[in-house]
């Protein structure tokens, strides 16, 4: 809804607009021609509108990419033939995209039109990722310009800013967001959409384009000592890095370097403690303005750098204050002492303003308005929720399976089992009930994760892995566990989508069934594992009508299992079973109910199987009619047939 | 900063449809002339995790997450979700307290015992009310319309019309659904 309305927006026009949409909004009102991305929380939304809005934005080229490093290239490329490009992913999408990155970074296309703008959407508090990584330290590494808005508001301007500056300097720029920003909504004034235009005639010469040393050793002077050096001047005369408050001062001789949505908390913390104190906001925050920071510095005995996460702005201003011979005391995260008793605040876990006006105290000595430690200190016992699975979603009925074939199989074969997990809603399985997971690291590393303890030990290592996490990064593993002939069992559990993050679109996804489906092709999954040489086997569920599915199941499990101890071999076993949220946006499956007469409440189901819409009710099996979404798996699993589709006439 | 603006603090579970509870109620706001911020604290929420979300509204932008002991109103669509949030409830017990009665229990825990509920909410605040929801989403047989009910009934509180929040509503639905929330949302309005 808010997504089609962006491209209606008369200048001046105010909306109420997620932060990541804001974004999109402020690439199409700087003539955006290309983007593409992965999808990854909180970054997707971007990815999405973009989507949505493609063809009739006139953009030249959209897609989601298979990962963030290919995602990265096409959008590269693009830029160095005359593109307005951009290219969308998370922080931990950033490691990905990186080692093309580098190159990227130096380039320098001698097209006129050529902007390049990098989006990075950190997760501080990890509430999506496996991870909690400040992506900032990237910006010293690549040598890059970049931007960080603290709303929606300056997720549309500062996008624009980035594009101009990226196409004046022909640097790549980094529009970098928090989830608070990203995931923020609120009013947004929005200016005037820019149609795309590209040229047919353009400049791709090899010296400014190609990474080697015969190039890239003069490009890089160029891009230290005169793009950036350009940069350096644009971030000091720029009024995203500016003194609110100037005009202000407190007894304790304090004033606040701070950036992002942190500057907001900082507002709210000194209203708190009712202290006032200027505050100087970095939205340009590489490079970072060494003369403003200065000046600033000079005017206080003592300064606060508030920012998530890592010490970066307070490290350079450290740092910046050590050069320049400035005696300002700098509070903030201590960053060369390790050690919380000297810190104001935190390395880990996600800001908020109760923790700036702690922190606060502790500078300052002072008293909070309210009470903020006692409050602090007040906790109720609460009820606690665990992420679960969908009811329905084929991982549950795949971690039922595989519980029972795993067990079968240490007990006829007296090894350890181990196992390696990925990253997508089978990573549920991790936990309790399951708890299916030994290794774990990030995108793609379950295959050579198994292979790792393979190699060294005689028990069994299954690796747990999505179809759409294989065809980001699995892939290379895989090969890797076939050519050394890993005796390990790889689970690619094909639910046809990339669901963690909102079912989109991945290359092995049916095309008939997204939008911008048409213009696609479908991989074969199948085809591509058997081109490799490995023993594949693939197991389809019926959905809602399959009684031998789960025996099925169980019993491929159990004899790939059985081939790896026995044979030492690699076995591929492919699950398909598409994820049922997304089924069911085009069918409609029954909803199961319980016959009282004929359940003897045995409690399989609800003991057994951990459907969300099972449990027990007056000491009978129960189904939820509003959670069923009518897999029909409990329907095969109860002994007594007492599970039933249909219409419950109670 | 704090002082000019109002906070509402709003909890449940995922999958509830908070987001759009929060675009709708500050679409409606945005509307009338207000400077509104909304976010969300969420995991894995919309596999049936907690979700925290946070609106604000005033003359300006306010900070996504306001500070603890500082909420107006503080709203549980399910009602035992109300003890992640009370932090938020102001010492001197003036926060509204808004909580739905939809219960949902958990496989593992025992859900809490409507008097030390009760007893919980009653130290926080000298302004609870407990909204009947669950007749109501009988009567549609919708567990989803908990929010738009609740979106009724808060309107009381806050300087919005029925016309107000049914011209939001009529953007953010369309057919059979549109026509069901606006019933649920004079429901809520309607509630004593």
């Not at chain 1, 971007?46 to 490093?69: H, I, M, P, R, Y």
């Not at chain 2, 939001?168 to 019933?183: E, V």
């Amino acid at each position: 809804m808010e997504r089609s309305k962006i491209l209606q927006g008369q200048f001046g026009e105010e909306f109420f607009l997620l932060g990541n949409v804001a974004v999109t909004r402020g690439a199409l009102e700087s003539g955006i021609n290309v983007y593409t991305y992965y999808p990854g929380t909180p970054s997707s939304e971007v990815g999405e509108t973009f989507t949505e809005l493609f063809k009739d934005a006139g953009l030249n080229w959209v897609e989601s990419s298979v990962n963030e490093k290919v995602a990265i290239e096409v959008a590269g490329a693009a830029y160095s033939r005359g593109a307005k490009a951009m290219v969308g992913m998370k922080n931990v999408g950033l490691n990905v995209a990186s080692d093309a990155f580098f190159a990227l970074a130096t380039t320098r296309p001698k097209n006129e039109n050529s902007a390049m703008v990098v989006l990075v959407a950190d997760d501080p508090q990890q509430y999506s990722s496996a991870v909690e990584m400040d992506s900032r330290y990237y910006l010293k590494l690549l040598k890059v310009p970049a931007l960080e808005p603290s709303n929606p508001q300056e997720c549309l301007e500062y996008t624009k800013l980035a594009f101009e500056i990226s196409r004046e300097l022909k640097i790549p720029v980094i529009i970098r967001l928090v989830t608070m920003v990203a995931h923020a909504r609120s009013n947004v004034k929005v200016g005037k959409l820019v149609p795309p235009k590209l040229n047919e005639n353009f400049d791709l010469s090899p010296e400014v384009n190609v990474a080697s040393r015969l190039y890239f050793l003069d490009l890089k002077q160029d891009q230290i000592y005169n793009r950036m050096n350009r940069a350096l001047s644009k971030s000091e005369n720029s009024s995203l890095n500016k003194i609110e408050y100037k005009n202000v001062s407190n007894e304790f001789d304090l004033g606040i370097i701070t950036s992002g949505v942190s500057y907001t908390y900082v507002l709210e913390a000194l209203e708190s403690l009712n202290i006032k104190a200027p505050v100087l906001k970095l939205g340009f925050i590489n490079p970072l303005p060494e003369r403003k920071i200065v000046t600033f510095l000079k005017q206080f005995k003592q300064v606060f750098v508030v920012e998530e996460n890592d010490a970066y702005i307070e490290t350079e201003v450290l740092a910046i204050a050590q050069k320049n011979g400035v005696q300002t005391k700098i509070h903030g995260k201590d960053p060369f002492s390790y050690s919380k008793e000297s810190s104001a605040l935190n390395f880990v876990g996600e800001l908020n303003p109760t923790k700036v006006a702690l922190a606060l105290t502790k500078i300052t000595n002072l008293t909070p308005i309210t009470n903020l430690r006692q409050i602090n200190g007040k906790r109720y016992e609460t009820v606690r929720r665990r992420p679960i699975l969908c009811p329905g979603c084929p991982y549950g009925t795949i971690g039922y399976a595989l519980r029972k074939a795993v067990k079968k199989l240490k007990l006829d074969f007296a090894k350890e089992i181990y196992f390696y997990q990925d990253i997508g809603c089978y990573t549920l399985l991790s936990f309790s009930p399951y708890s299916f997971a030994n290794v774990k690291y990030c995108m793609g590393s379950s295959i050579a994760l198994a292979q790792g303890v393979a190699h060294t030990d005689d028990s069994l290592n299954i690796a747990i892995i999505g179809d759409g996490t294989f065809f980001h990064s699995g892939i290379p593993a895989l090969i890797n566990g076939v050519y050394n002939k890993a005796p390990i069992l790889v689970l690619i559990l094909d639910n046809g989508w990339i669901g963690m993050t909102g079912q989109q679109p991945h290359p092995g996804s049916d095309n008939r069934y997204y939008q911008e489906g048409s213009n696609k092709k479908k991989v074969d999954l199948g085809r591509l594992l058997q081109g490799t040489g490995a023993n594949v086997s693939i197991i389809k569920h019926q959905k809602g009508n399959d009684e031998n599915y789960l025996h099925n199941l169980e019993e491929i499990l159990y004899e790939k299992g059985q081939s790896v101890l026995e044979k030492n071999d690699m076995q591929v076993i492919v699950i398909e079973d598409e994820c049922i949220q997304k089924y069911n946006q085009r069918n409609t499956l029954e909803v199961r109910y319980v016959d009282e007469e004929l359940c003897t409440n045995c409690g399989l189901c609800y003991n057994q199987f951990y459907c969300p819409a099972l449990t027990k009710k007056n000491d009978i099996a129960h189904i939820n009619s509003n959670e069923c979404l009518g897999c029909g798996i409990c329907e095969y699993l109860c002994p007594n047939d007492a599970i039933l589709g249909g219409n419950n006439n109670e | 900063m704090n002082s000019n603006n109002y906070t509402i603090v709003i909890t449940g579970l995922g999958g509830q449809g908070l987001i759009r509870f929060l675009q709708i109620l500050g679409n409606s706001l945005m509307q009338k002339g207000y400077k509104v911020i909304t976010s969300e604290k969420h995991g894995l929420s919309q596999r049936g995790g907690k979700v925290i979300c946070f609106l604000r509204f005033g003359e300006k932008i306010a900070a996504p997450i306001p500070i603890i002991g500082s909420a107006d109103m503080i709203i549980s669509t399910e009602k035992a979700s109300i003890l992640d949030v009370l932090e938020f409830a102001k010492p001197d017990r003036s926060s509204k307290l808004i909580v739905a009665t939809y219960q949902k229990e958990t496989r593992t825990r025992e859900y809490p015992l409507e008097e030390d509920l009760s007893i919980v909410l009653n130290e926080n605040s000298d302004n609870v009310y407990t909204v009947p929801v669950m007749p109501i989403v009988d009567k549609f047989k919708n567990i989803k319309m908990i929010n738009t009910i609740i979106l009724g009934y808060i309107a009381r509180f806050l300087p919005l019309t029925e016309e107000d929040l049914l011209a939001s509503i009529n953007q953010h639905f369309k057919g059979p659904i549109l026509d069901l929330n606006r019933k649920a949302l004079l429901e809520g309005i309607a509630l004593n």
